[in-house]
């Protein structure tokens, strides 16, 4: 009811700031979250065994592992 | 790993959180400014303060819409752009960030509609009280972000698990209250406020150089400065602490940021230029200018002749201050990296006996696990050249600032706030000043903890996911058109509003 009256009876500059606010949401979040921002691990990997070992792969990779025992 | 992406992933985001934290600053600073001018309308019963307070709310709401979730983006970019940082520090970050969002959008999202279209609608006193939670709840939301960015640069409270290659937390209360997490929360929350106060004094002295809504100006004026005199000056203090820790968590951050070359007792703080021509190991210091003796031990180790250790000592090693060589860290490094990868071959092949003597090892060495994906010991140096002078743009502004309040105070008392052209036309430039000191402070925080996203864990090179630059590409130029629009749309829009003025304007 306080958002209503409140906002109704305000002046235009509210009302812009909402439609910002708007498009700005269906923008990311309906265009591009999905389309652009894809969750990498979700997209690529279906269970979380998967997930893991892409991980411990990608996580102990170096450019040399040997180690100098110097 | 591809060089490239990682640029560009960085590039994205350190775009996408330079134009978000155009508007954070004067969110955090004006939702208390507005506060205390309420509360001073609530105090006097003076309808010039409750127009003053809806002006400032005005110009607020403005900021807080169009910044409003422009921060979302880089919960995109995490899942995206940098999946392997996500997944070893989604555990602890979880948290921070949840904690984060209830804030945002319970505290801060019911407490604004009130306290913007309430004025009529509900009493004075719970009106205020809302204007007030507005703003403890923007700063809460701040501290939490604080606090996952104090993880990353000095991780505690957690423990790498051998099996998922997850951060897991085993403390909240170490990971949110570590001192890194509070000396940063409050020295980001003090420059937040003097930069909310210059947002204010800037557009006060535009009016009062066009002799325009004087009594407005002053009002405004009478708020802003003393809340930017007691932030410099507590900005001072917070940031002496920061020293501290940022000496015993970062040395090598504060190496760069003193062009400290090699490390000594009594280490000075010098004021200058750095000389391009001096590499590690050519001398002590790098810097060409006013030395201010023992001053870099006294803020970091609080004793005039305390060991600073500089930046051949942090590669090379120190035996007197038991100082490993970078190629020691990096040797232990890769032994928990071959730890964790033999624990994974001999569970495939179900040895228990090699799993629990591979467990054993990488626990002995998995606070080194980072060191061992750096490929030179000099990779531990983060970039000298931007550390040292963000750091340095940094300091100089908020010294200049200390000076500046305590003169615009005196003349406040005098009652001359009105008069003297150059004053306020210095005035004018505040805000700006602000701004480029708070961006060189985080530029100085974030380039002087490379080579780590989170820092001796996870180096930037091993925290980006294997994907083709040119979806980065592509979204970097996408992200710089939306994000450009939104902060012009931001800037026409509150131009407009001064330009009409307090009793003009359509709050």
Request: glycine content about 8%; hydrophobic content about 50%; some cysteine.
């Given at each position: 009811?306080?958002?209503?009256?409140?906002?109704?009876?305000?002046?235009?500059?509210?009302?812009?700031?909402?439609?910002?606010?708007?498009?700005?949401?269906?923008?990311?979040?309906?265009?591009?979250?999905?389309?652009?921002?894809?969750?990498?691990?979700?997209?690529?990997f279906n269970s979380r065994?998967?997930?893991?070992?892409?991980?411990?792969?990608?996580?102990?990779?170096?450019?040399?592992?040997?180690?100098?025992?110097? | 790993?591809?060089?490239?992406?990682?640029?560009?992933?960085?590039?994205?985001?350190?775009?996408t959180i330079f134009i978000?934290?155009?508007?954070?600053?004067?969110?955090?600073?004006m939702t208390v400014l507005?506060?205390?001018?309420?509360?001073?309308?609530?105090?006097?019963?003076?309808?010039?303060?409750?127009?003053?307070?809806?002006?400032?709310?005005?110009?607020?709401?403005?900021?807080?819409?169009?910044?409003?979730?422009?921060?979302?983006?880089?919960?995109?970019?995490?899942?995206?752009?940098?999946?392997?940082?996500?997944?070893?520090?989604?555990?602890?970050?979880?948290?921070?960030?949840?904690?984060?969002?209830?804030?945002?959008?319970?505290?801060?999202?019911?407490?604004?509609?009130?306290?913007?279209?309430?004025?009529?609608?509900?009493?004075?006193?719970?009106?205020?009280?809302?204007?007030?939670?507005?703003?403890?709840?923007?700063?809460?939301?701040?501290?939490?972000?604080?606090?996952?960015?104090?993880?990353?640069?000095?991780?505690?409270?957690?423990?790498?698990?051998?099996?998922?290659?997850?951060?897991?937390?085993?403390?909240?209360?170490?990971?949110?209250?570590?001192?890194?997490?509070?000396?940063?929360?409050?020295?980001?929350?003090?420059?937040?406020?003097?930069?909310?106060?210059?947002?204010?004094?800037?557009?006060?002295?535009?009016?009062?150089?066009?002799?325009?809504?004087?009594?407005?100006?002053?009002?405004?004026?009478?708020?802003?400065?003393?809340?930017?005199?007691?932030?410099?000056?507590?900005?001072?203090?917070?940031?002496?602490?920061?020293?501290?820790?940022?000496?015993?968590?970062?040395?090598?951050?504060?190496?760069?940021?003193?062009?400290?070359?090699?490390?000594?007792?009594?280490?000075?703080?010098?004021?200058?230029?750095?000389?391009?021509?001096?590499?590690?190991?050519?001398?002590?210091?790098?810097?060409?200018?006013?030395?201010?003796?023992?001053?870099?031990?006294?803020?970091?180790?609080?004793?005039?002749?305390?060991?600073?250790?500089?930046?051949?000592?942090?590669?090379?090693?120190?035996?007197?201050?038991?100082?490993?060589?970078?190629?020691?860290?990096?040797?232990?490094?890769?032994?928990?990296?071959?730890?964790?990868?033999?624990?994974?071959?001999?569970?495939?092949?179900?040895?228990?006996?090699?799993?629990?003597?591979?467990?054993?090892?990488?626990?002995?060495?998995?606070?080194?696990?980072?060191?061992?994906?750096?490929?030179?010991?000099?990779?531990?140096?983060?970039?000298?050249?931007?550390?040292?002078?963000?750091?340095?743009?940094?300091?100089?502004?908020?010294?200049?600032?200390?000076?500046?309040?305590?003169?615009?105070?005196?003349?406040?008392?005098?009652?001359?706030?009105?008069?003297?052209?150059?004053?306020?036309?210095?005035?004018?430039?505040?805000?700006?000043?602000?701004?480029?000191?708070?961006?060189?402070?985080?530029?100085?925080?974030?380039?002087?903890?490379?080579?780590?996203?989170?820092?001796?864990?996870?180096?930037?090179?091993?925290?980006?996911?294997?994907?083709?630059?040119?979806?980065?590409?592509?979204?970097?130029?996408?992200?710089?058109?939306?994000?450009?629009?939104?902060?012009?749309?931001?800037?026409?829009?509150?131009?407009?509003?001064?330009?009409?003025?307090?009793?003009?304007?359509?709050?």
């Amino acid at each position: 009811m306080i958002f209503k009256k409140g906002f109704w009876k305000n002046s235009t500059i509210w009302y812009k700031l909402f439609l910002i606010i708007c498009i700005k949401m269906i923008f990311m979040f309906i265009l591009i979250k999905p389309l652009f921002f894809p969750n990498f691990m979700k997209t690529n990997f279906n269970s979380r065994d998967k997930k893991n070992s892409f991980m411990i792969k990608e996580i102990t990779t170096t450019e040399d592992n040997k180690i100098d025992d110097k | 790993m591809d060089f490239l992406m990682i640029d560009w992933a960085r590039a994205q985001f350190a775009m996408t959180i330079f134009i978000h934290f155009l508007f954070v600053p004067i969110t955090l600073g004006m939702t208390v400014l507005v506060a205390i001018m309420e509360s001073i309308y609530h105090k006097t019963g003076k309808e010039e303060w409750k127009n003053a307070t809806k002006f400032w709310q005005l110009l607020l709401a403005i900021n807080f819409a169009i910044g409003l979730a422009t921060g979302i983006i880089h919960e995109f970019e995490f899942g995206t752009n940098w999946s392997n940082y996500s997944w070893v520090m989604g555990d602890v970050f979880g948290a921070p960030l949840a904690i984060e969002g209830i804030f945002a959008f319970f505290m801060e999202a019911s407490f604004g509609v009130v306290s913007i279209f309430g004025w009529k609608r509900v009493s004075k006193k719970f009106h205020l009280f809302s204007t007030w939670m507005l703003a403890l709840g923007t700063n809460l939301s701040g501290f939490w972000i604080i606090v996952a960015n104090a993880f990353m640069q000095h991780p505690t409270g957690y423990k790498l698990n051998i099996e998922t290659a997850r951060a897991e937390m085993t403390s909240f209360s170490e990971v949110a209250l570590q001192p890194k997490a509070i000396d940063t929360f409050l020295h980001q929350m003090s420059s937040a406020y003097l930069l909310g106060a210059t947002f204010m004094i800037t557009i006060a002295a535009y009016y009062l150089l066009r002799k325009r809504d004087v009594v407005f100006a002053k009002r405004s004026m009478a708020v802003a400065i003393p809340f930017a005199l007691i932030n410099a000056y507590f900005l001072f203090l917070v940031g002496d602490m920061q020293t501290a820790t940022v000496t015993q968590m970062q040395p090598t951050k504060i190496a760069a940021t003193e062009g400290l070359f090699e490390g000594k007792e009594g280490a000075p703080i010098i004021v200058g230029i750095l000389n391009p021509n001096k590499k590690p190991g050519d001398g002590q210091t790098a810097v060409w200018g006013i030395p201010f003796p023992n001053m870099l031990s006294l803020l970091g180790k609080h004793s005039m002749n305390a060991f600073v250790p500089g930046i051949k000592d942090l590669i090379d090693g120190n035996n007197k201050y038991g100082i490993l060589p970078a190629s020691e860290l990096m040797r232990r490094g890769k032994i928990a990296i071959n730890a964790m990868n033999d624990y994974h071959k001999a569970k495939e092949s179900k040895n228990e006996a090699l799993m629990a003597e591979n467990k054993k090892i990488f626990e002995e060495y998995s606070k080194y696990f980072g060191y061992g994906h750096l490929q030179k010991p000099e990779d531990v140096i983060p970039p000298i050249g931007v550390t040292f002078y963000t750091f340095h743009i940094m300091v100089g502004l908020g010294s200049f600032f200390m000076i500046f309040f305590v003169i615009l105070y005196v003349r406040l008392m005098k009652g001359k706030i009105a008069d003297g052209k150059l004053w306020l036309k210095i005035s004018l430039f505040t805000l700006l000043m602000a701004y480029i000191a708070t961006f060189a402070g985080w530029g100085m925080a974030e380039v002087g903890r490379q080579p780590w996203t989170v820092f001796g864990l996870l180096p930037t090179i091993k925290s980006a996911t294997p994907i083709h630059v040119t979806n980065v590409q592509m979204t970097f130029f996408m992200f710089l058109i939306l994000l450009g629009t939104l902060t012009f749309a931001e800037v026409k829009m509150i131009l407009k509003q001064i330009k009409l003025g307090p009793n003009k304007s359509e709050h």
